[in-house]
Structures are given as C-alpha cells and as structure tokens.
C-alpha cells in the first residue's frame, strides 16, 4: 500500500493522479481541527475519498492538540533539545531509538525528571482525539475513516498512552453513538479493504 502521511500535500495529490489502486495516510490527523503539516486538510481528505483510500487518524497529542495553550515554553523547548541532543535522539519522549536497554532507561529517567522540573502543557485527551474522527466522518463518510496510535514513535493522548487503555477510545465512539459495525471499520474493516483492494490491483499489474 502507498502511504502518504509523511510526504508533502504536492506529493499526495500527485499520487492520487497516479495511483490504480486506494491508498491510506497510515497516521495523520485533521488539519482543520490542528494546522499542522503532518495533517490533511480538507481536500486532501476529499481526494482519499474519491480515491477510496483511508486516512488512519493518529493519537498523537502534538497532532491532535494545537495552539498556544498547547505550546511548550522555551525553556523545555530548550531543555528537551538538549536532552535529545545529549543521547542522539532526534525526536519523541521515550528514547525508543536507543537500541542499549541501559541508555534508553538513563534517557527515560531523565525524561521524567525533566517533566518534574518543567511540566508540559496539558495533553490531548481522548475526546479531543475523537473530535478528529466526528470531523473525518462527516467530511468523508465512516468508510474512509481509520485509527491508528503511533505509540512506537511517541503517539497517545490522555487517557490513550498504551495498548491498555485502547478500550477508552471504544468507549467514546459509542458515547458519541457509533455502532458496532462503524467502530470495526474504524478499527479495522477499512483498512483490510484497502490491503484487498490493493492486492487485487497487483495481481492485475503486467510482471517486469
């Protein structure tokens, strides 16, 4: 399957002019609810629609949560930097590129001590993060809609930090009155139909 979340807006659309087969946004969010350049906006969701691909939606505070009372002050931001720069970590909290167990644990120990001293702004909570799936549904349809936690390069919200608590997302959806049915293909349903749909399309290619 092509993904798209990474790559430039120019390059997904291109992509959509190219492709024979659906593709998927492995984890994105909206960027109508946070203007951020990992996130789609609204024509590039309308584009997976009529492509019949699926934007799997990410719990990922940073793209879940913008704005100011999101931001971080200066001196964590400066903090956080050094911290990285210190353990060779380009990114995220839990130091899951350090491949030594031992500095890996030093670098989460530092991590925690580093929130004590300088707390973060409040985190993207799990109704926040099904803002984002009411927003998909309703500009795309339940079936382009998909869920997807990022949890190995520093995802979660409140109240969706590990596998464990994945049954609060669950919960929310049905809170909001989605079905049985709709939560599967969120969960699910959708993006086998993809993987389908695309295995089809590749039997059908003429072999190099």
Wanted: some cysteine; hydrophobic content about 40%.
């Amino acid at each position: 399957m092509v993904d798209i979340s990474h790559p430039s807006k120019q390059s997904m659309m291109q992509t959509l002019e190219l492709t024979r087969a659906p593709i998927i946004a492995s984890h994105s969010a909206v960027r109508a609810l946070c203007n951020h350049s990992r996130n789609l906006d609204d024509e590039q969701l309308l584009g997976l629609k009529k492509n019949g691909g699926v934007a799997q939606l990410v719990a990922f505070n940073g793209y879940v949560k913008c704005g100011p009372a999101s931001a971080e002050s200066p001196e964590r931001v400066q903090a956080l930097s050094d911290l990285r720069a210190k353990y060779g970590v380009t990114g995220g909290r839990g130091g899951n590129q350090l491949a030594d167990s031992t500095q890996r644990a030093a670098f989460q120990a530092e991590m925690q001590d580093l929130d004590r001293r300088l707390p973060p702004p409040p985190r993207a909570t799990v109704s926040d993060f099904v803002d984002h799936i009411d927003y998909a549904v309703k500009l795309i349809g339940i079936d382009h809609v998909g869920i997807s936690s990022d949890f190995d390069g520093g995802g979660g919200v409140s109240g969706w930090s590990d596998a464990s608590e994945t049954f609060n997302v669950t919960l929310e959806l049905v809170r909001r009155g989605y079905t049985e049915a709709q939560i599967a293909k969120m969960w699910s349903g959708n993006l086998l139909r993809v993987m389908e749909a695309v295995e089809k399309v590749a039997a059908r290619a003429p072999t190099p």
